[in-house]
């Protein structure tokens, strides 16, 4: 599953246009390729900060070279400020934030050294010893 620390979050049900999605780490240069699994976020909290859990409807495995975590807001006629995935500055820092362009590259985000984005996975216990096995921390 994917937990993201969402800000105004609606009052239950789907919330509005945004999606979590994985993606392995075969896109070249160190960058996303492959979907491996997208989920529509669904909201069970009427909270106006909180962390939002969603569960992966079909299991994967995480890739032996890595994977990444995105937040999509899909519904572009929704606005930018309804919901959203709340940023950190809380040290340290993993760099490892990037952005989907409007051209359709993926990029080192600008905020990179300064904020993470609240994104988690959580993983089940039979795969730990198989991530941490191939070098994932």
Same mark, same amino acid.
Not at 20 to 46: K, Q, R
Not at 57 to 86: C, H, K, Q, Y
Not at 113 to 127: Q, S, W
């Given at each position: 599953?994917?937990?993201?620390?969402?800000?105004?979050?609606?009052?239950?049900?789907?919330?509005?246009?945004?999606?979590? #999605?994985?993606?392995?780490?075969?896109?070249?240069?160190?960058?996303?390729? #492959?979907?491996?699994?997208?989920?529509?976020?669904?909201?069970?909290?009427?909270?106006?900060?909180?962390?939002?859990?969603?569960?992966?409807?079909?299991?994967?495995?995480?890739?032996?070279?890595?994977?990444?975590?995105?937040?999509?807001?899909?519904?572009?006629?929704?606005?930018?400020? #309804?919901?959203?995935?709340?940023?950190?500055?809380?040290?340290?820092? #993993?760099?490892?934030?990037?952005?989907?362009?409007?051209?359709?590259?993926?990029?080192?985000?600008?905020?990179?050294?300064?904020?993470?984005?609240?994104?988690?996975?959580?993983?089940?216990?039979?795969?730990?010893?198989?991530?941490?096995?191939?070098?994932?921390?």
């Amino acid at each position: 599953s994917i937990d993201a620390f969402v800000r105004d979050p609606t009052d239950g049900g789907v919330t509005p246009g945004n999606r979590v #999605s994985i993606y392995a780490n075969d896109g070249g240069d160190n960058l996303p390729g #492959s979907l491996l699994a997208t989920e529509i976020v669904v909201d069970a909290t009427d909270f106006t900060f909180a962390w939002v859990n969603t569960e992966l409807s079909e299991p994967i495995m995480a890739p032996a070279n890595g994977f990444f975590v995105a937040w999509e807001r899909v519904d572009l006629s929704s606005p930018p400020t #309804s919901v959203g995935i709340v940023s950190t500055n809380n040290l340290p820092l #993993s760099r490892l934030t990037y952005e989907y362009t409007a051209d359709g590259t993926w990029r080192v985000a600008g905020t990179n050294h300064t904020h993470d984005l609240a994104l988690k996975v959580e993983l089940t216990n039979d795969l730990l010893d198989t991530i941490f096995a191939n070098g994932f921390e």
